[in-house]
């Protein structure tokens, strides 16, 4: 499961930084999601309390999900996007994505 892999490496992460910080504890783990980083926020959420150990065991995972957002170089019309929605609503030019495609680890709270 994709989910699973992307749960074990924010762990990996997290256990990581834990150690480096010379903590003892993580307490919360937030992460950006980007609409369009293929990730299915609530299954995330479910591999996450399979994959959390060690340090990291009782880290709470805070996800700030991330829309989707295009620019068209085409008629420089700025619009949201998914992944349903790759071209331009008014030319139908491709569209550049802006934002999105974030998946990443912004912030950890450890003790
Ligand atoms: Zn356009």
């Given at each position: 499961?994709?989910?699973?892999?992307?749960?074990?490496?924010?762990?990996?992460?997290?256990?990581?930084?834990?150690?480096?910080?010379?903590?003892?504890?993580?307490?919360?783990?937030?992460?950006?999601?980007?609409?369009?980083?293929?990730?299915?926020?609530?299954?995330?959420?479910?591999?996450?309390?399979?994959?959390?150990?060690?340090?990291a065991a009782g880290a709470e995972l805070?996800?700030?999900?991330?829309?989707?957002?295009?620019?068209?170089?085409?008629?420089?019309?700025?619009?949201?996007?998914?992944?349903?929605?790759?071209?331009?609503?008014?030319?139908?030019?491709?569209?550049?994505?802006?934002?999105?495609?974030?998946?990443?680890?912004?912030?950890?709270?450890?003790?």
């Amino acid at each position: 499961m994709h989910e699973m892999s992307i749960a074990c490496s924010i762990a990996d992460i997290a256990r990581e930084q834990a150690r480096a910080a010379g903590a003892g504890r993580v307490n919360t783990v937030e992460i950006e999601v980007g609409a369009l980083a293929g990730v299915e926020v609530e299954s995330l959420r479910f591999c996450w309390d399979a994959a959390r150990s060690g340090p990291a065991a009782g880290a709470e995972l805070v996800i700030h999900e991330i829309p989707g957002r295009g620019h068209c170089p085409g008629c420089d019309l700025e619009c949201d996007v998914d992944f349903h929605v790759a071209l331009c609503p008014r030319c139908e030019g491709g569209l550049r994505i802006l934002r999105g495609r974030e998946l990443r680890v912004r912030s950890l709270n450890v003790d």
